[in-house]
């Protein structure tokens, strides 16, 4: 049974750049939603997508954007990168109307020089 | 804005003792909780999960809800230095048929051999 994937493993991008995160849920699940975590904190939830649309969204700026895929895979985009934007990126997996855990990915680690 | 608050300890205990975490959360409306268990550097890992109040055991792990406090516990039992970690408590917050996790910063635990 495969379980989040999440690629890639670690970015590193100066200010100003754009960036695409990829994540595939788990076998069988059809919502992916995405966290950030700083250093020190614990997961923010950025936004969360069903049905290839965004069903809700935190308090990120809209320089944060998605996208899922017919095949429930999803895309988290952020462009004009700050040094802020440095952080582990986590994608979790859940089957909507049926389970309300959500299984994390490995997570990507975004560094912004 | 639903929270939850969590001592970020560390908190550090001898092997085969019983740790206790222990988090309160801000939205009376939130119904289910989570426990993560976070290794240094890794992507959270779900340990437990709790709906109702009263206890909830598997194997070594124990999850406590108090909705009437709004209370979560965790106590792990014959600690392991394995079970040195950072424990994220999270509550679901269930603004449509889809829910988001919210999180606490994290308790560190440290167990010593």
């Known amino acids: 049974d495969a379980g989040v994937t999440q690629s890639p493993t670690h970015l590193i991008k100066t200010r100003g750049q754009q960036v695409t995160l990829r994540c595939s849920p788990k076998s069988g699940h059809d919502t992916v939603s995405w966290y950030q975590q700083a250093l020190g904190q614990g997961p923010q939830f950025i936004f969360q997508y069903y049905e290839e649309e965004e069903r809700q969204r935190g308090n990120f700026p809209d320089r944060f954007s998605g996208h899922q895929f017919p095949n429930y895979s999803s895309e988290l985009n952020v462009n004009a990168l700050w040094l802020g934007d440095s952080a582990l990126y986590l994608c979790?997996?859940?089957?909507?109307?049926?389970?309300?855990?959500?299984?994390f990915g490995p997570g990507t680690r975004l560094t912004v020089l | 804005q639903k929270e939850v608050e969590q001592n970020s300890g560390p908190l550090s205990v001898p092997e085969g003792a019983i740790a206790s975490l222990n988090c309160t959360y801000s939205d009376r409306g939130s119904q289910s909780f989570f426990w993560y268990r976070q290794y240094s550097g890794k992507s959270p890992e779900l340990i437990m999960f709790?709906?109702?109040?009263g206890d909830k055991e598997d194997g070594r792990f124990t999850a406590q809800l108090n909705k009437a406090s709004q209370y979560v516990s965790l106590l792990i039992r014959d600690s392991q230095p394995s079970d040195s970690a950072t424990y994220l408590c999270a509550g679901l917050d269930r603004g449509s048929t889809l829910g988001r996790l919210y999180f606490g910063r994290g308790t560190q635990l440290t167990v010593w051999p």
């Open positions: 709790i709906y109702s109040n």
């Open positions: 979790a997996s859940s089957l909507a109307g049926v389970e309300d855990t959500q299984y």
